[in-house]
């Protein structure tokens, strides 16, 4: 079975993206694996730099039907909406598992976890917002006992990118988190996603198109998922703890699982550098300083926190 993982940076993330690849690199269970980027605003000495490590690195176009006008100067926003076209792109893999580029792998279970789910052909394998340590998806605001307004991923954006008798239906449902995922190269999901996203983005923002159109796409359409604990895709928003014994990031809960895969979401400075830190509590009830980035490779730091989302 040929594996591969996939990810995609600017210029600006190129210090996350390197940071993913070693992270990778580092297991020996890695050689077997293919490492293939999007090149969506690389500068030539960053694709230099990644070279020993990867095995292609493409520059897509726009997925066809999307606005110039929502476009142009954003080549960035390609790593969103062109997902869904990775068998494509990367032809010849039975197996693609995607990274965001601020992602990065600190036990190996996590991508087998992925891979062993996506291999079954008929599914995607994914995380979501659902888990125990990880607080309520929905902010409601009250009058009294009527509810006036609900703030919800698909809420804030699913009536613009569907319009909202499809956003209405999305609501109730936990996020899928697009930062990681896996599926089979003969998934039926990829070609039903491309149409999806397009039509996402065109009418709504390209960002979060990947995101909204995965929803729309297993909890509307009936898309086979697949979903897989917390720990083997952490997002970073939520603390974890750290086990002073393993030198590893851990769930805050018994019996401390150690985390697979860590997503540097929603911490946007710890993100952009690694000299900042937060407090974490230890299994031992002790405290530490500490960066989520991975602490094995400093690959630098961010030019911006993030970038523009439109």
């Not at 210090?15 to 992270?23: K, R």
């Not at 032809?91 to 990065?104: A, F, I, N, Q, R």
């Not at 954006?157 to 996020?175: C, M, Q």
Request: proline share 6%.
């Amino acid at each position: 079975m040929k594996v591969a993982i996939i990810s995609g940076s600017d210029k600006n993330y190129f210090p996350l993206l390197i940071e993913m690849v070693q992270s990778v690199r580092s297991f020996p269970e890695s050689r077997k694996v293919d490492i293939c980027i999007m090149d969506v605003g690389l500068t030539p000495d960053q694709k230099e730099k990644l070279g020993p490590d990867v095995t292609q690195i493409v520059s897509p176009d726009w997925p066809a039907g999307i606005p110039e006008a929502k476009t142009k100067g954003k080549d960035y926003l390609k790593a969103c909406v062109c997902r869904p076209f990775i068998p494509q792109m990367f032809p010849g893999y039975d197996v693609y598992l995607w990274m965001d580029c601020d992602t990065w792998v600190q036990d190996w279970f996590a991508v087998e976890m992925f891979v062993r789910s996506a291999s079954k052909g008929d599914r995607l394998a994914i995380t979501n917002g659902a888990d125990r340590s990880y607080p309520k998806s929905l902010r409601i605001s009250w009058i009294w006992r009527w509810p006036i307004k609900i703030r919800s991923f698909y809420n804030s954006n699913g009536k613009k990118a569907f319009g909202w008798a499809t956003a209405k239906k999305l609501i109730p449902h936990y996020v899928l988190s697009a930062a990681c995922f896996a599926m089979s190269a003969n998934a039926p999901h990829w070609k039903r996603w491309q149409e999806i996203i397009v039509g996402a983005a065109g009418r709504g923002k390209i960002f979060p198109a990947e995101q909204l159109s995965l929803g729309k796409l297993v909890h509307l359409e009936g898309y086979k998922a697949e979903y897989l604990s917390a720990s083997a895709m952490w997002q970073c928003q939520h603390k974890p703890f750290w086990n002073k014994e393993y030198e590893a990031f851990v769930e805050p809960n018994e019996p401390y699982a150690k985390l697979g895969i860590l997503h540097l979401s929603g911490v946007d400075e710890i993100r952009a550098d690694r000299s900042v830190t937060i407090d974490l509590e230890c299994t031992d009830g002790s405290y530490v300083s500490s960066n989520y980035r991975y602490p094995r490779f400093d690959g630098g730091r961010l030019m911006t926190f993030s970038p523009e989302r439109v």
